[in-house]
Protein backbone atom coordinates (compact mmCIF):
# COMPACT_ATOMS: atom_id res chain seq x y z
CA UNK A 1 0.00 0.00 0.00
CA UNK A 2 1.25 3.33 -0.97
CA UNK A 3 0.27 5.82 1.91
CA UNK A 4 1.24 9.09 0.52
CA UNK A 5 -2.33 9.37 -1.54
CA UNK A 6 -4.20 8.91 1.70
CA UNK A 7 -2.07 11.19 3.62
CA UNK A 8 -2.27 14.37 1.11
CA UNK A 9 -5.95 13.85 1.54
CA UNK A 10 -5.58 14.14 4.96
CA UNK A 11 -3.58 17.16 4.61
CA UNK A 12 -5.93 18.66 1.97
CA UNK A 13 -9.32 18.16 4.19
CA UNK A 14 -7.03 19.64 7.63
CA UNK A 15 -6.35 22.80 5.24
CA UNK A 16 -10.26 22.98 4.28
CA UNK A 17 -11.60 22.85 7.99
CA UNK A 18 -9.43 25.59 9.29
CA UNK A 19 -10.31 27.21 6.49
CA UNK A 20 -14.00 26.85 7.41
CA UNK A 21 -13.24 28.02 10.55
CA UNK A 22 -13.01 24.58 12.61
CA UNK A 23 -10.13 24.48 15.20
CA UNK A 24 -7.90 21.29 14.26
CA UNK A 25 -5.79 20.14 17.14
CA UNK A 26 -2.20 20.45 16.75
CA UNK A 27 -1.67 16.76 17.88
CA UNK A 28 -3.28 15.70 14.96
CA UNK A 29 -1.30 18.10 12.79
CA UNK A 30 1.39 16.27 14.86
CA UNK A 31 0.39 12.86 13.81
CA UNK A 32 -0.05 13.72 10.24
CA UNK A 33 3.60 14.99 10.65
CA UNK A 34 4.93 11.98 12.34
CA UNK A 35 3.13 9.61 9.31
CA UNK A 36 4.90 11.69 6.68
CA UNK A 37 7.89 10.65 8.44
CA UNK A 38 7.03 7.15 8.67
CA UNK A 39 5.76 6.93 5.15
CA UNK A 40 8.98 8.18 4.51
CA UNK A 41 11.10 5.08 5.89
CA UNK A 42 8.81 2.30 4.86
CA UNK A 43 9.03 3.76 1.08
CA UNK A 44 13.13 2.72 1.81
CA UNK A 45 12.53 -0.34 3.89
CA UNK A 46 8.75 -1.84 2.73
CA UNK A 47 9.50 -4.75 4.28
CA UNK A 48 9.44 -3.19 7.80
CA UNK A 49 5.68 -4.03 8.59
CA UNK A 50 5.88 -2.72 12.16
CA UNK A 51 6.42 0.85 10.31
CA UNK A 52 3.31 -0.14 8.19
CA UNK A 53 1.29 -0.61 11.29
CA UNK A 54 2.36 2.76 12.84
CA UNK A 55 1.51 4.71 9.84
CA UNK A 56 -1.71 3.45 9.49
CA UNK A 57 -2.48 4.04 13.58
CA UNK A 58 -1.39 7.51 12.75
CA UNK A 59 -3.72 7.46 9.67
CA UNK A 60 -6.74 6.14 11.42
CA UNK A 61 -6.85 8.48 14.14
CA UNK A 62 -6.26 11.75 12.23
CA UNK A 63 -8.99 10.41 9.53
CA UNK A 64 -11.44 9.81 12.81
CA UNK A 65 -11.02 12.50 14.31
CA UNK A 66 -11.44 14.45 11.10
CA UNK A 67 -14.33 13.43 9.85
CA UNK A 68 -16.07 13.75 13.39
CA UNK A 69 -15.03 17.41 13.33
CA UNK A 70 -16.32 17.58 9.71
CA UNK A 71 -19.48 15.97 10.78
CA UNK A 72 -20.26 17.69 14.03
CA UNK A 73 -19.06 21.37 13.05
CA UNK A 74 -19.96 21.27 9.50
CA UNK A 75 -21.96 18.85 8.46
CA UNK A 76 -23.28 15.46 7.77
CA UNK A 77 -23.54 15.92 4.30
CA UNK A 78 -19.87 17.38 4.21
CA UNK A 79 -18.47 14.85 6.03
CA UNK A 80 -20.15 12.35 3.59
CA UNK A 81 -18.23 13.71 1.39
CA UNK A 82 -14.61 13.47 3.01
CA UNK A 83 -15.21 10.02 3.82
CA UNK A 84 -15.66 9.87 0.19
CA UNK A 85 -12.61 11.52 -1.16
CA UNK A 86 -10.64 9.60 2.02
CA UNK A 87 -11.84 6.18 0.62
CA UNK A 88 -10.96 7.09 -3.05
CA UNK A 89 -7.67 7.63 -2.08
CA UNK A 90 -7.07 4.77 0.34
CA UNK A 91 -8.41 3.11 -3.16
CA UNK A 92 -5.64 4.67 -5.18
CA UNK A 93 -2.65 3.65 -2.70
CA UNK A 94 -3.87 -0.05 -3.24
CA UNK A 95 -3.82 0.54 -7.17
CA UNK A 96 -1.11 2.69 -7.72
CA UNK A 97 2.61 3.92 -6.51
CA UNK A 98 3.19 7.58 -6.09
CA UNK A 99 6.21 8.41 -8.16
CA UNK A 100 9.17 9.93 -6.18
CA UNK A 101 10.80 12.54 -8.21
CA UNK A 102 14.61 12.16 -7.56
CA UNK A 103 16.15 15.93 -6.48
CA UNK A 104 19.20 17.20 -6.48
CA UNK A 105 20.69 17.62 -3.10
CA UNK A 106 23.36 20.03 -2.21
CA UNK A 107 26.00 18.96 0.11
CA UNK A 108 25.85 15.23 -0.79
CA UNK A 109 28.87 14.00 -2.68
CA UNK A 110 28.30 12.58 -6.14
CA UNK A 111 27.24 8.59 -5.54
CA UNK A 112 26.21 9.15 -2.12
CA UNK A 113 23.23 7.71 -0.76
CA UNK A 114 20.96 10.25 1.66
CA UNK A 115 17.80 10.70 3.17
CA UNK A 116 16.10 13.42 4.92
CA UNK A 117 15.05 12.76 8.43
CA UNK A 118 12.96 14.62 10.86
CA UNK A 119 13.64 14.21 14.45
CA UNK A 120 10.36 13.19 16.54
CA UNK A 121 9.74 12.99 19.61
CA UNK A 122 9.29 9.09 18.39
CA UNK A 123 13.13 9.07 18.66
CA UNK A 124 15.57 10.87 20.90
CA UNK A 125 17.81 13.26 18.98
CA UNK A 126 21.33 11.34 20.67
CA UNK A 127 20.16 7.90 19.90
CA UNK A 128 19.82 9.87 16.17
CA UNK A 129 23.86 11.12 16.82
CA UNK A 130 25.19 7.84 18.22
CA UNK A 131 23.68 6.02 15.30
CA UNK A 132 25.35 8.32 12.81
CA UNK A 133 28.84 7.95 14.36
CA UNK A 134 28.57 4.17 14.48
CA UNK A 135 27.23 4.31 10.82
CA UNK A 136 29.76 6.47 9.95
CA UNK A 137 27.30 8.95 8.04
CA UNK A 138 27.06 12.57 7.67
CA UNK A 139 24.66 14.87 8.58
CA UNK A 140 23.35 18.39 8.40
CA UNK A 141 20.51 20.24 9.43
CA UNK A 142 18.83 21.95 7.09
CA UNK A 143 16.81 25.12 7.00
CA UNK A 144 13.57 23.20 7.19
CA UNK A 145 14.52 21.50 10.38
CA UNK A 146 15.20 18.34 8.14
CA UNK A 147 18.66 16.25 9.04
CA UNK A 148 20.09 15.65 5.48
CA UNK A 149 22.11 11.91 5.95
CA UNK A 150 24.53 10.46 3.76
CA UNK A 151 27.26 7.85 3.45
CA UNK A 152 27.29 4.37 1.92
CA UNK A 153 24.10 3.09 0.80
CA UNK A 154 24.73 0.16 3.23
CA UNK A 155 25.15 1.99 6.29
CA UNK A 156 21.97 4.51 4.98
CA UNK A 157 19.94 1.25 4.99
CA UNK A 158 21.30 -0.08 8.41
CA UNK A 159 20.47 3.05 10.06
CA UNK A 160 16.58 3.54 8.79
CA UNK A 161 16.47 0.05 10.04
CA UNK A 162 17.87 0.66 13.36
CA UNK A 163 16.01 3.79 13.50
CA UNK A 164 12.75 1.54 12.94
CA UNK A 165 13.40 -0.65 15.47
CA UNK A 166 13.91 1.75 18.06
CA UNK A 167 10.75 3.04 17.00
CA UNK A 168 8.90 -0.19 17.97
CA UNK A 169 10.82 -0.92 20.94
CA UNK A 170 9.58 2.55 22.30
CA UNK A 171 5.94 2.05 21.26
CA UNK A 172 5.96 -1.39 21.66
CA UNK A 173 3.56 -1.92 25.48
CA UNK A 174 5.40 -2.85 28.25
Known sequence: MDYE?????LEELIIELKKKQVTVLPELVDD???????????????????VATEIE??????EANLIYLAQSDV????????????HEARLRGLRETVKVP????TGVPKGAHWIRFKISDLIDP???DMLLEQ???????????????HGKEENV??????????????????
Not at 57 to 62: A, G, I, N, Q, T
Not at 135 to 149: C, N, P, R, V
Not at 157 to 174: H, L
Open 5 to 9: YLWKA
Open 32 to 50: LKSAQTLIKIYRTDPTALE
Open 57 to 62: RYLEKV
Open 75 to 86: GKEYSDDCVKRL
Open 102 to 105: STFV
Open 126 to 128: EEV
Open 135 to 149: LELTSAMQEDGYLLI
Open 157 to 174: KAFVKEVSEKIRDKEAPK
